[in-house]
């Protein structure tokens, strides 16, 4: 009956995991019900919605690009040609730049993404109720990948119990069904979270990535460069067209990357 023992783990892996999910999805419909309605995201809101400071710190370095305010090399290097930042988020990237006019692109970045503004901009849409709080931001992605990792471990339990020597049935069960048991259950929170909070989200609320949905399809019925602007708030680096730049803000700077904790 030493197969007990490892039934015990799953069934705590596998309630625990499930209960963390349930909770964190009820949290995120009480959030999504208190927004009070639809409204029209900024491009800077945009960005922190879907890829977070780091994505509203590429937005304005391919903005201020875009506009000719900045030259972003290829190797990996930022040059300013005009030093008068626009908003808040424009003076922070100058700022991180320096006087000298001129920096690795990768500590602008970090710089920026960590800047005061950018932490206005994500207390605002916390209060709106578009942006999930920074002490539960990775709660509904988090609490899938505990699912996940509940349902690999029941299954490697299970083996493992099946494969014991002389481990028989229980109460003429076969050990394998009692632990069927947990891995359903985990599986079927998996499904229905699939199905109720999916695309899970390290920044949107539901509220947030719904309007996120509005903007990626009405950025479809246009090709100006707020449009541009727009793909690059919501898919990223990825969405740059041109391969100068696209490769000056895929340049990564080890050093940098270290400093930051990358």
Same mark, same amino acid.
């Given at each position: 009956?030493?197969?007990?023992?490892?039934?015990?783990?799953?069934?705590?892996?596998?309630?625990?995991?499930?209960?963390?999910l349930c909770l964190a999805a %009820?949290?995120? !419909?009480?959030?999504?019900?208190?927004? #009070?309605? +639809?409204?029209? &995201?900024? =491009?800077?809101?945009? @960005?922190? *919605?879907?890829?977070?400071?780091?994505?509203?710190?590429?937005?304005?370095?391919v903005s201020m690009a875009r506009?000719?305010?900045?030259?972003?090399?290829?190797?990996?290097?930022?040059?300013?040609?005009?030093?008068?930042?626009?908003?808040?988020?424009?003076?922070?990237?100058?700022?991180?730049?320096?006087?000298?006019?001129?920096?690795?692109?990768?500590?602008?970045?970090?710089?920026?993404?960590?800047?005061?503004?950018?932490?206005?901009?994500?207390?605002?849409?916390?209060?709106?109720?578009?942006?999930?709080?920074?002490?539960?931001?990775?709660? %509904?992605?988090? !609490?899938?990948?505990?699912?996940?990792? #509940?349902? +690999?471990?029941? &299954?490697? =339990?299970?083996?493992? @119990?099946? *494969?014991?020597?002389?481990?028989?049935?229980?109460?003429?069960?076969?050990?394998?069904?009692?632990?069927?048991?947990?891995?359903?259950?985990?599986?079927?929170?998996?499904?229905?979270?699939?199905?109720?909070?999916?695309?899970?989200?390290?920044?949107?609320?539901?509220?947030?990535?719904?309007?996120?949905?509005?903007?990626?399809?009405?950025?479809?019925?246009?090709?100006?460069?707020?449009?541009?602007?727009?793909?690059?708030?919501?898919?990223?680096?990825?969405?740059?067209?041109?391969?100068?730049?696209?490769?000056?803000?895929?340049?990564?700077?080890?050093?940098?990357?270290?400093?930051?904790?990358?």
């Amino acid at each position: 009956m030493f197969w007990v023992l490892l039934l015990l783990p799953a069934w705590a892996a596998a309630g625990i995991s499930c209960t963390r999910l349930c909770l964190a999805a %009820v949290r995120a !419909a009480t959030v999504d019900a208190d927004v #009070a309605g +639809a409204r029209e &995201l900024t =491009l800077y809101e945009a @960005a922190f *919605l879907s890829g977070g400071p780091a994505r509203v710190a590429d937005l304005t370095l391919v903005s201020m690009a875009r506009q000719r305010r900045l030259l972003l090399a290829h190797t990996g290097w930022a040059t300013v040609v005009d030093p008068r930042g626009r908003d808040d988020m424009e003076r922070s990237v100058l700022g991180a730049i320096g006087p000298e006019g001129q920096s690795r692109i990768a500590p602008v970045r970090a710089a920026a993404a960590a800047a005061d503004s950018v932490r206005r901009l994500a207390d605002r849409l916390v209060a709106a109720g578009l942006a999930v709080p920074d002490g539960a931001r990775t709660t %509904v992605a988090g !609490a899938v990948r505990q699912v996940q990792a #509940a349902s +690999a471990a029941v &299954l490697a =339990l299970a083996v493992v @119990a099946v *494969l014991l020597p002389g481990q028989g049935t229980g109460d003429g069960v076969p050990v394998a069904v009692w632990f069927a048991l947990p891995l359903v259950l985990t599986l079927s929170c998996l499904a229905i979270a699939r199905i109720e909070v999916h695309p899970y989200t390290r920044w949107a609320s539901p509220a947030g990535q719904r309007l996120l949905g509005t903007l990626a399809r009405h950025s479809d019925d246009t090709a100006d460069d707020r449009t541009y602007l727009t793909s690059v708030a919501v898919r990223g680096v990825r969405a740059i067209g041109e391969p100068d730049l696209r490769a000056a803000l895929a340049h990564r700077d080890r050093g940098a990357d270290r400093a930051a904790g990358g």
